[in-house]
């Protein structure tokens, strides 16, 4: 029946095709069911046959894009296949594509914004804000999807669930398109990054629910559990779980949350602003190969190769087609044909890669393990940023928001050479740290007096040139507070060239 399947998607149109699949779309559990019956090898023809026609239908109705395959002689109707698609289409970047349009419009299906129903802006490092588009369509599809993830992990629509939203409710991506999508099915309640509230709300009505999921940035996660456990909260009584986003976190974090809010389920989603919340999804497979391979530093080696930290594994969802290029940096293409402003080969600059479910398969097999994977989905992974980029409480930190730190400040600039490292590390207690580490002038000596000047300089002029550790700050307060390291010249332990990006 497989055969069959595969054969007819080959000859079948697509209009077909996504005829068929939107029509059980409208039926959540007749799409679920679908779904679920897929084999992985399906998906992965249905998501390249989408990719094709997806890919020319955006050429000829998106200006812009229009005007930037001309640009690089590419000829739309000569891409007949994926692997047309992947060695003559360029790919796309912020700096080449987003930032060259005259506006939003002409980046959207037949340059207008009928259609809209979100818009949502990136964090805007150097005061460049980046806006994207989102449709209805594929708000409906995304609830479909999301729907079947929160079933997958917490089984919503056998129990009872109230969604407590806890994400910052701006205009950043994460908050509010988490709110439309997870409505389909649950009950939410926007409180947004506020313990005492949150608190309040399950006191008042979590009794009522069999579950209370809560979703938020990991740091904030790990603060609210801390906080109620000071003030005795029962958390097995009102069986809270939690969905983390934006930012990474590694298996020790999991199991501080899990064995100090009362077992609760930890799972985490990949998203942008600039390709939706649902850029993938951690699963109970994702999980457990993760575990795995943190115990085993073979199986690490083997499945992510020479990484310092386990990477994050998600599977990621049928509309979008995801790769790693020569450079294993991830390119995304949005292939759903109803999204308003669709990202095409597009390079996100994380760095990670992709798995088949046959490829996953033979990895763990020579390590003796087997194991299958419930959803049909393939699986992608992200180890981190190669330009410089550290991602802080689900927002990134640049170099050059170091540099106009270092420039802006006279006691700073009079003292260090402007050479520095920085990234994010996790201490004891599960809490993540912006860890910046100067280069002091020869002849200067350093000090606990100015490495505490250094600390509230750095803490002040972020918040003035980085949206995103602004919004931290108000968040977090002291605990946002960046830890400086000073270093007399000739102990600067980084030789040479010097590189700020993420160590």
């Given at each position: 029946?497989?055969?069959?399947?595969?054969?007819?998607?080959?000859?079948?149109?697509?209009?077909?095709?996504?005829?068929?699949?939107?029509?059980?779309?409208?039926?959540?559990?007749?799409?679920?069911?679908?779904?679920?019956?897929?084999?992985?090898?399906?998906?992965?023809?249905?998501?390249?046959?989408?990719?094709?026609?997806?890919?020319?239908?955006?050429?000829?109705?998106?200006?812009?894009?229009?005007?930037?395959?001309?640009?690089?002689?590419?000829?739309?109707?000569?891409?007949?296949?994926?692997?047309?698609?992947?060695?003559?289409?360029?790919?796309?970047?912020?700096?080449?594509?987003?930032?060259?349009?005259?506006?939003?419009?002409?980046?959207?299906?037949?340059?207008?914004?009928?259609?809209?129903?979100?818009?949502?802006?990136?964090?805007?490092?150097?005061?460049?804000?980046?806006?994207?588009?989102?449709?209805?369509?594929?708000?409906?599809?995304?609830?479909?999807?999301?729907?079947?993830?929160?079933?997958?992990?917490?089984?919503?629509?056998?129990?009872?669930?109230?969604?407590?939203?806890?994400?910052?409710?701006?205009?950043?991506?994460?908050?509010?398109?988490?709110?439309?999508?997870?409505?389909?099915?649950?009950?939410?309640?926007?409180?947004?990054?506020?313990?005492?509230?949150?608190?309040?709300?399950?006191?008042?009505?979590?009794?009522?629910?069999?579950?209370?999921?809560?979703?938020?940035?990991?740091?904030?996660?790990?603060?609210?559990?801390?906080?109620?456990?000071?003030?005795?909260?029962?958390?097995?009584?009102?069986?809270?779980?939690?969905?983390?986003?934006?930012?990474?976190?590694?298996?020790?974090?999991?199991?501080?949350?899990?064995?100090?809010?009362?077992?609760?389920?930890?799972?985490?989603g990949f998203g942008a602003s600039d390709i939706g919340i649902l850029g993938g999804t951690e699963t109970d497979d994702t999980v457990f190969i993760r575990q795995l391979a943190d115990k085993d530093p073979?199986?690490?080696?083997?499945?992510?190769?020479?990484?310092?930290?386990?990477?994050?594994?998600?599977?990621?969802?049928?509309?979008?087609?995801?790769?790693?290029?020569?450079?294993?940096?991830?390119?995304?293409?949005?292939?759903?044909?109803?999204?308003?402003?669709?990202?095409?080969?597009?390079?996100?600059?994380?760095?990670g890669g992709t798995f088949t479910h046959k490829q996953l398969h033979e990895i763990l097999g020579r390590f003796g393990v087997k194991r299958e994977f419930v959803l049909p989905l393939p699986f992608m992974?992200?180890?981190?940023?190669?330009?410089?980029?550290?991602?802080?409480?689900?927002?990134?930190?640049?170099?050059?928001?170091?540099?106009?730190?270092?420039?802006?400040?006279?006691?700073?600039?009079?003292?260090?050479?402007?050479?520095?490292?920085?990234?994010?590390?996790?201490?004891?207690?599960?809490?993540?740290?912006?860890?910046?580490?100067?280069?002091?002038?020869?002849?200067?000596?350093?000090?606990?007096?100015?490495?505490?000047?250094?600390?509230?300089?750095?803490?002040?002029?972020?918040?003035?040139?980085?949206?995103?550790?602004?919004?931290?700050?108000?968040?977090?307060?002291?605990?946002?507070?960046?830890?400086?390291?000073?270093?007399?010249?000739?102990?600067?332990?980084?030789?040479?060239?010097?590189?700020?990006?993420?160590?």
């Amino acid at each position: 029946m497989g055969r069959l399947k595969k054969a007819a998607l080959r000859v079948l149109p697509f209009s077909a095709v996504h005829k068929s699949i939107s029509r059980r779309g409208r039926d959540y559990q007749a799409f679920k069911d679908q779904f679920l019956d897929l084999d992985p090898e399906f998906v992965e023809l249905l998501q390249e046959k989408y990719l094709v026609y997806s890919f020319r239908d955006n050429a000829a109705r998106i200006p812009h894009y229009k005007n930037f395959l001309a640009k690089h002689h590419v000829d739309p109707t000569q891409i007949k296949s994926k692997e047309d698609f992947l060695t003559k289409v360029p790919e796309t970047t912020k700096k080449s594509y987003v930032f060259t349009a005259k506006n939003l419009a002409c980046m959207c299906k037949d340059g207008d914004q009928h259609n809209i129903s979100l818009i949502v802006k990136s964090s805007g490092h150097s005061g460049v804000q980046c806006y994207w588009a989102k449709s209805r369509a594929e708000d409906h599809f995304g609830k479909n999807a999301l729907s079947i993830g929160l079933d997958h992990n917490f089984q919503v629509h056998e129990k009872k669930t109230l969604i407590i939203n806890a994400f910052i409710l701006g205009s950043w991506v994460t908050g509010i398109n988490f709110n439309m999508l997870a409505t389909y099915h649950c009950p939410v309640i926007n409180v947004g990054p506020d313990k005492e509230e949150i608190f309040q709300t399950m006191n008042d009505i979590g009794a009522q629910f069999e579950q209370i999921i809560i979703s938020g940035y990991p740091p904030f996660i790990k603060d609210l559990v801390d906080f109620g456990n000071a003030n005795k909260f029962n958390w097995k009584r009102y069986k809270v779980h939690f969905i983390g986003g934006g930012e990474d976190f590694p298996e020790g974090w999991r199991d501080y949350i899990h064995k100090n809010a009362g077992g609760a389920k930890v799972r985490s989603g990949f998203g942008a602003s600039d390709i939706g919340i649902l850029g993938g999804t951690e699963t109970d497979d994702t999980v457990f190969i993760r575990q795995l391979a943190d115990k085993d530093p073979a199986l690490r080696h083997a499945l992510f190769g020479d990484v310092q930290e386990t990477p994050m594994i998600f599977q990621y969802p049928l509309n979008l087609y995801v790769y790693a290029n020569t450079k294993k940096e991830m390119v995304f293409t949005t292939i759903l044909p109803e999204a308003a402003q669709p990202v095409i080969k597009y390079n996100l600059e994380d760095i990670g890669g992709t798995f088949t479910h046959k490829q996953l398969h033979e990895i763990l097999g020579r390590f003796g393990v087997k194991r299958e994977f419930v959803l049909p989905l393939p699986f992608m992974y992200i180890v981190g940023r190669e330009d410089g980029p550290v991602k802080y409480n689900a927002f990134f930190v640049y170099p050059e928001n170091i540099q106009e730190c270092v420039y802006r400040n006279k006691i700073i600039s009079a003292s260090a050479t402007g050479a520095f490292k920085f990234r994010t590390v996790f201490d004891e207690h599960h809490v993540r740290h912006l860890v910046i580490e100067f280069q002091l002038k020869k002849g200067m000596l350093k000090s606990p007096k100015l490495e505490k000047e250094f600390t509230t300089l750095i803490m002040k002029s972020l918040q003035d040139v980085n949206e995103g550790y602004r919004a931290t700050v108000k968040k977090l307060g002291d605990l946002a507070q960046p830890k400086v390291q000073l270093y007399s010249f000739d102990d600067y332990p980084y030789k040479g060239k010097i590189k700020n990006r993420y160590s």
